[in-house]
């Protein structure tokens, strides 16, 4: 049970809007701690994507956003195309914990 | 251009011991924390372990702390972690990434393509 909470997939069509969500706690997301999210490509690293909640690194298309309310952040992921298919991952600091969390993962799936 | 190259992964016994390497170029690799992740064969991302550059405080996961120690050496440009009385469930693969800044508290901006340790008798 990972203490950041993600679905493990979503799918869309190509061309069209998904959300990933990530749902944490008081001692995370509700803390003010910084949510990053990053992409892993099959059988690759993973990548950073969006870092502070809402920032994109140079080189990240504008297709790629994130959000915050509250205990939740969001990732959005507009104009889908085929090579987005990979497993996402948010990540934050954990107070309670002293430690890095990340969430389960969500498997992408463009169909 | 930043490169890190993980090395030292292996098939090891329970109970045994390893060291991992991770080579870093194209940055000045004394001034930013540096942290392993881990993945076991089909699941998510783990956090292991961190160092933070300023005071070279060093942070551990539960999972690991007493038997991983994690150390570089900033002549070499290079970042590793002693793992001790591994387990079973160490069997994974070890990235290390770099953080943006030099608190261990950042953003992993930069990610090795990751080295395999195996725990089996």
């Known amino acids: 049970q990972s203490v950041l909470t993600q679905p493990p997939s979503v799918s869309g069509a190509p061309g069209q809007r998904v959300t990933i969500s990530c749902t944490g706690s008081?001692?995370?997301?509700?803390?003010?701690?910084?949510v990053h999210w990053y992409q892993q490509l099959p059988g690759t690293a993973p990548k950073l994507l969006i870092y502070s909640n809402t920032n994109r690194p140079s080189g990240v298309p504008d297709r790629f956003s994130g959000s915050k309310s509250g205990t939740s952040v969001s990732l959005a992921i507009t104009g889908l195309q085929a090579e987005d298919e990979a497993d996402y991952y948010c990540q934050s600091y954990d107070s309670s914990l002293s430690a890095w969390v990340f969430g389960g993962g969500t498997k992408l799936t463009v169909l | 251009e930043v490169q890190l190259l993980e090395s030292g992964g292996a098939l090891v016994q329970p109970g045994g011991s390893l060291r991992l390497s991770c080579a870093a170029s194209?940055?000045?690799?004394?001034?930013?924390?540096m942290t392993w992740v881990r993945q076991a064969p089909g699941k998510g991302l783990e956090w292991v372990s961190s160092f933070r550059s300023s005071d070279s405080t060093t942070y551990y996961a539960d999972s690991v702390k007493g038997r991983f120690t994690i150390y570089r050496d900033n002549s070499k440009n290079t970042l590793y972690l002693q793992m001790n009385s591994l387990r079973v469930e160490d069997t994974a693969v070890y990235f290390c990434?770099?953080?943006?800044?030099?608190?261990?508290?950042?953003?992993?901006?930069?990610w090795g393509q990751g080295t395999l340790v195996t725990v089996s008798s």
């Open positions: 990434a770099k953080g943006s800044r030099g608190e261990w508290v950042t953003p992993l901006d930069y």
């Open positions: 008081s001692s995370n997301i509700g803390a003010g701690h910084g």
């Open positions: 194209g940055f000045t690799f004394s001034s930013y924390a």
